[in-house]
């Protein structure tokens, strides 16, 4: 396991961008960020594999978000774009044990941060 760290959340309006990053504490394999509504299930966002070139996403956020990584920084990041009401959540970056494949359960991920509030106003 690992320890991770987001930043980047904050408050913005509707069709903004806004990018978060994760700290990891060492090298990880498959990376993900997930988010969560209050009185909802934590859903998956976004994953990357092992060296980057694998990435997959979910329904709703596909063709704004785009998920990235810095190995050598050992640095996650997600790129959101057009950014909309239903995208407010606390969004949490995971590591999973997995090399290869990038799983969408989050019982597959076994290191979690502490999450980081974003809120899009309309």
């Known amino acids: 396991q690992v320890q991770l760290v987001e930043s980047g959340g904050g408050l913005v309006q509707a069709g903004a961008s806004l990018r978060l990053s994760c700290a990891a504490s060492?090298?990880?394999?498959?990376m993900a960020w997930f988010r969560r509504v209050p009185g909802k299930e934590r859903t998956y966002v976004a994953g990357?594999?092992?060296?980057?070139?694998?990435?997959s996403y979910g329904d709703s956020v596909k063709g704004r978000f785009t998920i990235s990584r810095d190995n050598a920084n050992y640095m996650l990041y997600l790129q959101m774009t057009n950014l909309k009401a239903e995208d407010t959540a606390v969004y949490y970056c995971?590591?999973?044990?997995?090399?290869?494949?990038?799983?969408?359960?989050?019982?597959?991920?076994?290191?979690w941060g502490q999450g980081t509030q974003v809120t899009v106003s309309s």
């Open positions: 990357i594999g092992w060296g980057g070139d694998s990435t």
């Open positions: 060492g090298p990880t394999f498959s």
């Open positions: 995971a590591a999973s044990p997995s090399r290869y494949s990038i799983p969408r359960g989050e019982v597959l991920y076994d290191s």
